[in-house]
């Protein structure tokens, strides 16, 4: 058995109770995509490898932010990275969203404040804290649209900083807010959130287009350590389920909040628990390529499995999901060339990191009511 952590931005046992009853008010939001990983079919290698240090900079930010919240280190946390890890109305609704930054990123919209404010996020289940630049924001903050407190009835000062620091000395700085947040028709009152007065490069109108970045993880990895905003919904009442779930694909994805979508797929659900409630994080029963069953993604296995690929599965629960070739090809590792990137890649990390690659060929449900995610045949 391996530990999985699902980003998603990155799970089973089969459900031994009833199916999961879909209801009809569930509330969506669309996501929208943009392709930054690859130019023609030409994989970026620089945008590549930039991806591969926002996941390590952001478990880095996590594991201490659990570290201080629970006063206990994260299960997966011990030896995961060489060097320092230390960080100097009841309802449902479903959000349109368009896939930023070729799948490292999914965006949507959300309201800020009493009159509203508009803006996009990128929703990302791999955190738990929601920032937008504010209105003295002016480093790297040209092309974002800025939330202004002072607009908004319902905006309260905390008198806390914001500071989301990472550990090759990016960030995100500001001043902690609460204010009233709209998600697809469903209120969260006194909702923290950060107004940045500081964005660091990765967070450019170039590498990043969204406005700012709405955390969906659990509370004890936020560094506010702050309800997170679907866990505010689900306490004031707003959410007619505890649970949100993400259809990924080039046209139609969307975020449902509150239930599920039971037009978007077939059969019942795939279960696997949270084993520890920060991350999304389940067990993983086994890779399979062409026969052969790989548990853990460092260097040599990562080598074993492109050296025999000709399919590829991740098994929960006793079931094999397989992954599409075509999402598996990221693109040419130059024009002309024969070879093709791979969309599994090695890293020091002791745990595998899932994200839409493979989320793109199921339809996904986060539960937080009973702390498990479930996995159903797309139709």
């Excluded at 040209?142 to 309260?156: F, N």
Aim: hydrophobic share 40%; with cysteine; net charge neutral.
């Amino acid at each position: 058995m391996l530990t999985i952590a699902f980003v998603l931005f990155a799970l089973h046992i089969f459900a031994l109770a009833s199916p999961l009853q879909p209801r009809q008010d569930t509330i969506k939001i669309a996501l929208s995509k943009r392709s930054a990983l690859s130019v023609d079919n030409i994989v970026d290698p620089v945008a590549l490898e930039e991806l591969l240090d926002f996941l390590d900079r952001k478990y880095k930010t996590g594991f201490a932010a659990y570290q201080r919240n629970t006063g206990q280190d994260h299960p997966l946390a011990d030896g995961l990275f060489s060097g320092n890890t230390t960080i100097v109305r009841r309802a449902t609704g479903i959000d349109t969203l368009i896939d930023d930054n070729e799948g490292q990123l999914w965006q949507g919209n959300v309201s800020v404040g009493t009159p509203a404010q508009s803006f996009t996020v990128d929703f990302d289940t791999g955190s738990s804290d929601f920032f937008l630049p504010g209105p003295s924001c002016t480093t790297n903050c040209d092309g974002h649209k800025s939330y202004k407190p002072a607009l908004s009835s319902t905006a309260v000062d905390n008198h806390k900083s914001l500071n989301l620091a990472y550990g090759d000395g990016s960030n995100v700085q500001g001043e902690q807010y609460n204010d009233t947040v709209i998600l697809a028709g469903l209120t969260a009152k006194k909702q923290t959130l950060g107004a940045a007065s500081k964005y660091s490069s990765g967070f450019s109108i170039g590498s990043f287009p969204p406005d700012g970045l709405l955390g969906m993880a659990y509370q004890s990895i936020s560094v506010y350590n702050s309800p997170p905003v679907f866990e505010t919904l689900v306490a004031q009442g707003q959410a007619t389920q505890p649970l949100f779930a993400f259809k990924f694909a080039k046209t139609g994805s969307e975020l449902s909040l509150g239930g599920v979508d039971s037009s978007l797929f077939t059969g019942n659900f795939v279960y696997a628990p949270v084993t520890t409630k920060g991350y999304w994080q389940v067990t993983l029963d086994a890779v399979s390529v062409n026969g052969t069953t790989l548990i853990v993604g460092n260097a040599a296995n990562v080598r074993a499995l492109y050296a025999s690929i000709l399919g590829i599965s991740f098994t929960f629960g006793g079931k094999a999901f397989n992954v599409s070739p075509r999402l598996f090809n990221l693109g040419r590792v130059s024009a002309g060339s024969k070879d093709c990137v791979g969309a599994i890649v090695a890293s020091n990390m002791n745990f595998w990191v899932v994200g839409d690659v493979f989320l793109q060929n199921v339809y996904t449900s986060f539960d937080m009511g009973n702390n498990r995610v479930g996995f159903a045949t797309l139709k």
